[in-house]
């Protein structure tokens, strides 16, 4: 199938997948499908999908991760390359744009507690395009991860802060993603949330030493949604990594800071530069 002929066929398989939503008017336009086709994904809670169907969309996906543009290491400067005294600068990027393009070993998730992703539809959260633009088996993977955790912690385990989950990446192009639940900022920003967030940080490296993971990217954990001060952030995950790179100065690669905003690059490049 091409493109379009995939895209058509897995609005109306996810339509009827969906029972609620099966006698849904299908839009003409190729972007008002999209959008029906993410938003069904995004709603769907983890059970069986036909392999078939799987195929179909693990081909469609795939494809349009490479329309968006697939971004290799060797595309990436380190910071060394740009004039950065750093310590660790030949081993530490600054990348701004979109972390579901970035082809490494892993990419970090800023998740919540229940691991499942994202549910509300078409959501521009981290979360929500991570799933989305790695499949439905992302989400079924994090729910038989977390239904494993239940049966030895109980029915209403959820993931602590700042512990985190590694998962496959499938369609995406990085090989593994690393979820993990930041700390939020509900009032004011206290030492003991400062900590948790740079136990984020060295948790995920320590996890991506233990699975033989050597390039990775850190999203900028905790600064949406969960109100962690971006600027105060910054400081904490450039340090934190410093730290590790200290202590473990030849087990990883390459460590990209991941940026969206130009807020947070700048940030970070007062930090790093």
């Not at 058509?8 to 029972?19: I, M």
């Not at 499938?170 to 690393?178: R, T």
């Amino acid at each position: 199938m091409n493109q379009k002929e995939c895209l058509d066929y897995l609005v109306e398989q996810f339509k009827e997948d969906s029972g609620e939503y099966r006698n849904l008017k299908t839009p003409s336009d190729t972007e008002g499908k999209k959008r029906i086709l993410r938003s069904l994904m995004n709603i769907r809670m983890p059970r069986k999908m036909p392999s078939s169907v799987i195929a179909v969309q693990d081909e469609y996906l795939q494809e349009r991760n490479r329309e968006n543009g697939i971004v290799t290491l060797d595309e990436i400067p380190t910071i060394a390359s740009r004039g950065s005294r750093h310590d660790f600068s030949d081993q530490l990027s600054i990348w701004q744009g979109d972390i579901t393009r970035l082809s490494v070993d892993a990419i970090v998730n800023a998740a919540n507690s229940q691991m499942l992703g994202c549910f509300v539809p078409m959501h521009t959260c981290i979360d929500n395009c991570i799933h989305t633009f790695a499949g439905i088996q992302l989400r079924a993977e994090c729910n038989r991860q977390m239904n494993l955790l239940r049966t030895r912690y109980g029915s209403d385990y959820e993931q602590p802060t700042a512990v985190p989950m590694l998962t496959k990446g499938y369609n995406l192009p990085a090989k593994h993603v690393v979820h993990i639940v930041g700390p939020i900022v509900q009032h004011a920003l206290t030492p003991e949330l400062e900590e948790d967030l740079a136990a984020c940080y060295r948790n995920t490296l320590d996890l991506c030493v233990e699975n033989d993971i050597t390039t990775m990217a850190f999203c900028c954990i905790s600064t949406g949604v969960f109100r962690f001060p971006n600027k105060r952030a910054a400081e904490i995950a450039v340090k934190t990594v410093t730290d590790w790179f200290t202590a473990h100065p030849d087990k990883m690669e390459r460590v990209i800071f991941n940026v969206f905003k130009d807020e947070d690059k700048k940030y970070y490049e007062e930090e790093l530069f």
